[in-house]
T-cell receptor
């Protein structure tokens, strides 16, 4: 099974609301990355958090990491219609060069 | 900035036909990758090239071959296409090998392949 699994599978919110997506993983990690994919396009890197970090911010994005629970969350504040996309977490193992992607969360922001 | 360019964008093949997917990056990245994306699944790594002159198998290499032509270009070949290879294929690159380095992947916009 996949290392990273996102929850929920799909999320529909109104513009201006906050969106929270979660990622759980099974084994110890070195870092965790979040990517966005707009329909018909490639993935775009959003933010990286290392295993010794608990929280990172980038603009309207806030990522948290709880290594004791093996989980991460991505919060998008004040969402916009342009945030409509699929969001993927990718986990990098503690050692080595493996980066494993989850199945993604589909976010729809209604205007 | 072109970033990562993939050709073709769409392709339909009959079972048994062969084709090569092309990928080029202009960011002077050392590492390049080929992924496939199927509905309901995350991206799965097919092959990667840590640096020019090297290639290695990923999670799902069967039925594929790759060539790292030079630092810029990394091609993926299907020798005898099968319906199970119907997928969206993404090429990606990074400054250094993914994983514990923490280097971000930069993706192309994909090739949508259908095998009938």
């Amino acid at each position: 099974s996949q290392q990273g699994e996102e929850d929920p599978q799909a999320l529909s919110i109104q513009e201006g609301e906050n969106a929270t997506m979660n990622c759980s993983y099974k084994t110890s990690i070195n870092n965790l990355q979040w990517y966005r994919q707009n329909s018909g396009r490639g993935l775009v890197h959003l933010i990286l958090i290392r295993s010794n970090e608990r929280e990172k911010h980038s603009g309207r994005l806030r990522v948290t990491l709880d290594t004791s629970k093996k989980s991460s969350s991505l919060l998008i504040t004040a969402s916009r219609a342009a945030d409509t996309a699929s969001y993927f977490c990718a986990t990098a193992m503690e050692y080595g060069n493996k980066l494993v992607f989850g199945a993604g969360t589909i976010l729809r922001v209604k205007s | 900035n072109a970033g990562v360019t993939q050709t073709p964008k769409f392709q339909v093949l009959k079972t048994g036909q062969s084709m090569t997917l092309q990928c080029a990056q202009d960011m002077n990245h050392n590492s390049m990758y080929w992924y496939r994306q199927d509905p309901g699944m995350g991206l799965r790594l097919i092959y990667y090239s840590a640096s020019e002159g090297t290639t290695d198998k990923g999670e799902v290499p069967n039925g594929y071959n790759v060539s790292r032509l030079n630092k810029r270009e990394f091609s993926l070949r299907l020798e005898s296409a099968a319906p199970s290879q119907t997928s969206v294929y993404f090429c990606a690159s990074s400054e250094a090998l993914q994983g514990s380095s923490g280097r971000a992947l930069h993706f192309g916009n994909g090739t949508r392949l259908t095998v009938t």
